[in-house]
């Protein structure tokens, strides 16, 4: 999740912390509207407690380039 807040912080200007709240309600939003894939979000993002993001980095970036990152 750190490299999608560095993204978000060079890109936009905004402060780290106001980065890591964007992530956090757009990350609980996605999580909401397709809860089946809730624990890969959490996966994804490192937001679990589990570290584990194997292909994490691909999935963001193809994300992030479709948003202009």
Known sequence: ???????IVEKTG?????????????????????????????SLLGTSGDSGNAGGSNILGDLGSKLGF
Request: proline share 6%.
């Open 14 to 42: 905004v402060p780290a912390e106001q980065a890591q709240q964007v992530v956090d309600v757009v990350a609980n939003f996605v999580k909401q509207k397709f809860p089946q894939f809730g624990g890969q979000i959490d």
């Open 1 to 7: 999740m750190s490299e999608l807040i560095k993204q």
